[in-house]
């Protein structure tokens, strides 16, 4: 019982404190006054404070072009029943993705740091990540999607706004690929015929293949989509990472069932068979081919029960390095998970495996001859031997064995 009480008395996360929003929310009511489009969307509450309706879409989408436009100096717009971003959530995201860049976990693949290059799955019509990392932050983006609309309207966000343009590529997905392909990895081939290379394209030996396939993934409701990074990826192109925001649920009905908010959002956004799990997991399963082609594999994630099997997933498949986060803004929760496949700078100990747990257990089949201390020993040797750190204590008869691991869960 202590322990939950101390769990649900630690400081929910909050927002980026490097986030344009952090310390200034959106303020309603200057932005009507400023922006005559979005007057009408605005309205006041029994306590006098400005508010819009988030079950309107027309709202929602007004709000995130004025936001665009008056902090960040871009112009915007999405057709009606695309997925409309909220602008605060989604620089959360790039933020975090600043912070893993910036940390000297895992080595930069290039001397130059500011020049960053990253790959956003599904830019969608509304381009945002795009838009936000190169307006903020200078980088460089590849955005690739599926349908001729998001192709579409993701070019002309990137048109209107000729300050940045240079920076961003849209890339239309190849759909006349095999949608399961790679099941033999020995003929990955393109629709085209040719084979696609691993390789990082540093000049260094690209890192082998992993024996791990598709059919040791998720058997049941596995993706079956189009590719998403394996295919899209062109031969010796390299990325600093990729980010994704992925299709959350497995149907539409399943994402409107939150009467709260409209965000729009059509099937080829929203749903996949299996839903994020699956698509996340083709993300790990495609990374485990590219390898170090990435620093840095990102997603989104829409279920915090998800994390736990995707983590293991990461670990199934070799990763040097797992991160996860929480994004907070407002009432709306996510979860970042992150990976690599590049050898971490240094040896890394989870907060989690750090704190101490007191085990016991049972040993049978224990000889009369040998006391207590002589078990004790045996216990000593047999972690040493696996590489543990043991103290033994004959007072209390007990061994404090530690353990280091590779991973960082945060």
Not at 89 to 114: C, G, Q, T, V
Not at 383 to 393: D, Q, V
Request: aromatic share 10%.
């Amino acid at each position: 019982m202590k322990n939950k009480k101390r769990r649900r008395e630690q400081p929910r996360p909050t927002i980026h404190p490097r986030n344009k929003y952090s310390e200034n929310p959106p303020d309603f009511a200057l932005l009507a006054s400023l922006y005559p489009s979005f007057s009408p969307f605005v309205f006041y509450g029994r306590d006098g404070r400005p508010r819009i309706d988030w079950t309107d879409f027309g709202a929602t989408r007004e709000l995130t072009r004025v936001l665009l436009l008056h902090d960040h100096g871009l112009d915007w717009w999405i057709p009606d029943g695309q997925l409309c971003p909220t602008v605060p959530n989604r620089s959360n995201y790039i933020h975090w993705i600043e912070d893993l860049l910036s940390s000297e976990i895992i080595p930069k693949i290039n001397n130059n740091a500011d020049n960053i290059r990253g790959f956003d799955i599904g830019t969608g019509a509304n381009c945002i990540y795009p838009l936000l990392g190169a307006s903020l932050l200078g980088w460089a983006f590849v955005g690739s999607d599926v349908t001729d609309v998001a192709l579409e309207w993701a070019e002309r966000n990137v048109k209107t706004n000729p300050k940045i343009s240079d920076l961003i590529e849209i890339r239309k997905v190849d759909t006349c690929m095999d949608a399961v392909l790679g099941e033999d990895s020995s003929e990955d081939l393109l629709c085209n015929g040719s084979k696609t290379n691993p390789s990082n394209g540093l000049g260094r030996e690209s890192a082998p293949i992993s024996s791990y396939t598709r059919d040791d993934a998720v058997e049941e409701n596995s993706y079956s989509g189009p590719p998403i990074l394996f295919g899209v990826v062109r031969d010796g192109e390299t990325f600093d990472f990729c980010m994704c925001n992925p299709p959350f649920f497995e149907s539409m009905e399943e994402a409107g069932l939150n009467p709260k908010t409209s965000c729009g959002g059509t099937s080829q956004e929203m749903v996949c068979p299996g839903g994020e799990k699956a698509f996340i997991t083709r993300i790990i399963e495609d990374s485990v081919r590219l390898k170090q082609s990435f620093r840095w594999y990102t997603s989104m994630v829409g279920r915090k029960s998800n994390l736990k099997s995707l983590i293991a997933k990461l670990r199934e498949v070799g990763v040097t390095i797992v991160k996860t986060t929480e994004f907070v803004q407002g009432q709306t929760c996510r979860w970042g998970i992150a990976w690599s496949f590049v050898p971490p700078a240094r040896k890394i100990v989870s907060p989690y495996l750090a704190e101490k747990s007191n085990l016991s257990f049972m040993l049978e089949g224990l000889q009369r001859q040998f006391g207590a201390i002589h078990v004790l020993q045996s216990i000593e040797s047999f972690f040493r031997e696996a590489g543990a750190s043991c103290k033994l204590n004959v007072h209390s008869f007990s061994v404090d064995v530690s353990f280091l691991w590779n991973y960082c869960i945060k």
